[in-house]
Every structure is written in C-alpha cells, then in structure tokens.
C-alpha cells in the first residue's frame, strides 16, 4: 500500500533516498504526515466516541430509553469500531513510542473539549483552570511536535 510505501521511504537515510530518486527525497520530509493525521484522528475520534458514551448515560439516567439513547450508543460503538481499526493500522506501520503520545495528547483534548462544549461542562471552570487545560494542551502538541521533528531528523 501506498502508506507503507511511505514508511519504507521514511526509514531509509536522506542521503542514500536522495541518491536513488531526488523527487522521493523531496517527499520524504513529509512521510510522517500520515502518522500524526490517522492516529490523531484516531485520539479525536476515541474522544468523540467517549463523550458520545456520556451523552447516551446521561440522557438514559434522566429520560429511560428512548431513540436518543440508542443513537448516540450507536454511534459511540461505530466510532470506537473505526478508532480501533485505524489506530490498529497505524500501530502496523509506525513505530509505538511514536503512536501513543500523539494517540493520548489528541484522545485527552477532544475528551476536554467535547465535554465543555457538549456536556456544558464549561461553566464549571474558572478562568485559571481553563488557561490550565490551554497550556497543558499545547505541552502535549509541542512534545507530539518533537517526536514528529526528531524521527524526521534522525534519517
């Protein structure tokens, strides 16, 4: 496949990848692109999935079932079914030291965010506690920033 196509490219030394074919030596500052796109969508949609998880409890605790309840289990399960297929697939191809941060630092925000914005959880924080989350938030994206420039660097 095309994505593992990319992985070998990344894994061989520029110099050598420059010698073979100078446009994939071009490419190849971007072949770890993939890596943050799928398993950062796989973070975000874990998140998605969690606070579709909340929505279908909270609204089972206060209304019994009804279609809500079944929607938004429905679409927790098939989040979670996609996530774990994908996470999987990347899991495959890149390196797991490399997987996890991006995986958690993504999975965490959405969990943040989605609870603010769709469980009103929001006017529960004070000002302090909300440029907490900001601050800690872009730590995990820098420190996910530093694994994706120091696998680049070391090839």
């Known amino acids: 496949s095309s994505l593992k196509t990319m992985v070998i490219v990344c894994d061989y030394p520029n110099a050598l990848v420059r010698q073979i074919s100078p446009t994939i030596a071009d490419i190849q500052k971007w072949s770890?692109?993939?890596?943050?796109?799928?398993?950062?969508?796989?973070?975000m949609t874990a998140g998605l999935g969690m606070c579709?998880?909340?929505?279908?409890?909270?609204v089972l605790k206060q209304d019994g079932w009804n279609y809500t309840v079944v929607i938004t289990g429905t679409v927790a399960w098939m989040s979670a079914t996609v996530q774990m297929i994908y996470f999987n697939m990347s899991m495959n191809f890149y390196k797991q030291i490399e997987i996890t941060p991006i995986f958690q630092s993504f999975y965490c925000v959405t969990n943040i965010v989605f609870g603010m914005l769709v469980l009103n959880e929001a006017k529960q924080?004070?000002?302090?506690?909300?440029?907490?989350?900001?601050?800690t938030s872009c730590a995990g994206f820098i420190g996910v920033y530093i694994i994706y420039i120091k696998q680049k660097s070391m090839h």
Not at 32 to 43: Q, S
């Open 125 to 135: 924080y004070v000002w302090s506690e909300f440029i907490g989350i900001c601050l």
């Open 52 to 58: 579709m998880s909340k929505v279908a409890l909270e």
């Open 32 to 43: 770890r692109l993939p890596l943050l796109l799928m398993t950062g969508m796989c973070g």
